[in-house]
């Protein structure tokens, strides 16, 4: 685990942020600059839709670019194998949670950047991680959500 603080991710997040930024500079961006310039090369660039576009398109990868280059910086990579108290929900942990009606729920914490409400991936800072940190099996934990309060026991933890 790294000792620099900044928000978590885990190995599997930095590797998917790297590999769109690696895309993205060693595909796309040269792809369209080629665009660019044969588009340049055919005249009145005011009238050029493929020239316009290539800026349009050039800009937007650049920010992207600038944005997972700060991302990846800020980041700390967190390997929730390496997790030394399993008993506890903490960065990484897959918890079945059930709720006073005991439907179930398997959410995995991961950085932000990953989260993925759809797949049970929740955000490091999402109300119901922010909620779990800590908590043992057997725990009840209170959520704040905006359509009320939700109360959840943990049932099983996991960092498999």
Known sequence: MSSRQGPPITPAGYAALKARYDHLLGTER????????????????????????GRKRMRE?????????????????????????????????RVELADEDDERKVVTVVGDDEQDAGTGRIGWSSPLARA????????????????????????????G
């Open 30 to 53: 040269p792809e369209i600059v080629e665009i660019v310039s044969w588009a340049a090369g055919n005249g009145d660039r005011s009238e050029n839709g493929d020239y316009l576009y």
């Open 61 to 93: 990868i650049d920010r992207e670019l600038a944005h997972l280059a700060r991302r990846m910086k800020a980041v700390r990579v967190v390997d929730p194998a390496q997790q030394r108290d399993a008993s506890r929900v903490f960065f990484g942990a």
């Open 132 to 159: 779990l940190r800590g908590a043992s099996v057997g725990d009840l934990r209170t959520v704040r959500l905006p359509t009320g309060e939700k109360e959840w026991e943990v049932i099983s933890i996991d960092y």
